[in-house]
């Protein structure tokens, strides 16, 4: 963007340097969960591994922005990965108490996806080699063990239904991460395979809409009614696929992207606060009017790459999201069907979708 970026500023001079600072349990080398306003208290009782993984990502894009700090919150959250959320048989577990000891819990595909974004962000932080072994080996530890005969993954292990798009969705940006950290293995054939199962099983071509929950078989629950749909997916695919063209794996013209743009920007925003809200039908008919933080940075992300945007509709969404967000580097996390804000403490999960979309390359993604 030409001139000024108030968003940017923000994340850069107040967020980044506000959760550098109180967003880490230094005594316990870990992450916090959440921060409250005014206290900048965490009221968690347990830890994460998406965060730990979704921070180790924000941290190493802050470290390429200068932000101080940032290349040692990057090597802490590494060393949590490997020390005490990395498995004996293979794996990472998915929850801890507060002194990192991993609770009993199954092992998610959505939170392992994570860990190899993080493995891919840390490798412009931290020596490459050994970060690529691991992610390789993680790899292996997907395909070996979540992979589902009926294509695609298991959502958990053990398995659960229903079946979801979503932890699909971020294994691929991980994927296409990874092969641009480590410039060469298994990474952009497996993106290609998620690529295909978004095309075959995600997107219904009558509605271009996107597929949230499916059967064991990846066949979509509908009714009458269609199915339930998010709008803030339909932005990160359509920021996903624009990725998959820059690095050759999709036609220029391939029409899936303006599908989900097209329905996302017809059905899915509040009919007074315009914010991207939290579910419709595959009908159209909305379903769901309250709304998150991340769907409005998913929003910013497309629109800022997408040629068909307007600078009208780029700058309401810039200003609709600076909208939820504090000037001390916190933010609301959610509003009601009225568009109020509700009270509560920033998630530190949030952090990952505001560096994705106010740092985000408009030609690369």
């Given at each position: ?305 997408w040629p068909g945007a307007s600078p009208a509709a780029r700058a309401q969404a810039a200003s609709g999201l600076a909208r939820w967000l504090l000037p001390d580097g916190l933010w609301h996390e959610r509003r009601d ?29």
């Open positions: 963007m030409d001139g000024p970026d108030p968003l940017r500023d923000w994340l850069l001079h107040a967020a980044l340097p506000l959760w550098l600072a109180r967003g880490i349990d230094h005594g316990a080398s870990g992450f916090h969960e959440a921060l409250a306003p005014g206290t900048y208290h965490c009221g968690a009782e347990f830890r994460r591994l998406r965060v730990a993984a979704r921070q180790v990502f924000v941290f190493a894009r802050a470290q390429a922005q200068g932000v101080a700090s940032a290349d040692a919150a990057v090597a802490l959250g590494v060393d949590f990965l490997a020390r005490h959320a990395a498995l004996p048989g293979g794996g990472y577990a998915s929850r801890f108490t507060l002194a990192n000891q991993p609770i009993a819990a199954p092992l998610d595909l959505y939170d392992h996806a994570f860990v190899l974004l993080a493995l891919a962000s840390a490798a412009s932080v931290l020596p490459a080699a050994p970060l690529r072994a691991r992610a390789l080996a993680l790899l292996d530890f997907i395909d070996t063990e979540f992979a589902h005969p009926l294509g695609g993954y298991q959502e958990s292990l053990p398995p659960s239904l229903p079946r979801r798009q979503n932890p699909h969705m971020h294994l691929l940006e991980a994927l296409l991460a990874a092969h641009e950290a480590f410039s060469d293995g298994p990474f952009l054939a497996r993106a290609r395979t998620l690529l295909d199962l978004f095309q075959s099983r995600f997107l219904d071509p009558a509605t271009g809409a996107l597929v949230e929950f499916l059967g064991d078989d990846l066949r979509p629950a509908r009714s009458e009614a269609g199915f339930l749909v998010e709008p803030g997916h339909h932005y990160e695919w359509v920021w996903l696929l624009h990725r998959a063209r820059v690095l050759g794996l999709s036609a220029a013209d391939d029409p899936s992207a303006a599908a989900l743009m097209g329905f996302a920007e017809q059905h899915g925003a509040h009919p007074t606060s315009q914010d991207a809200i939290d579910g419709l039908r595959s009908t159209g008919t909305q379903h769901v009017l309250t709304s998150r933080l991340w769907p409005q940075t998913e929003r910013l992300k497309a629109l800022r790459l069907a009225d568009g109020a804000p509700i009270p509560g403490p920033a998630p530190a999960s949030s952090l990952y979708h505001l560096t994705c979309a106010i740092l985000a390359d408009p030609l690369r993604g």
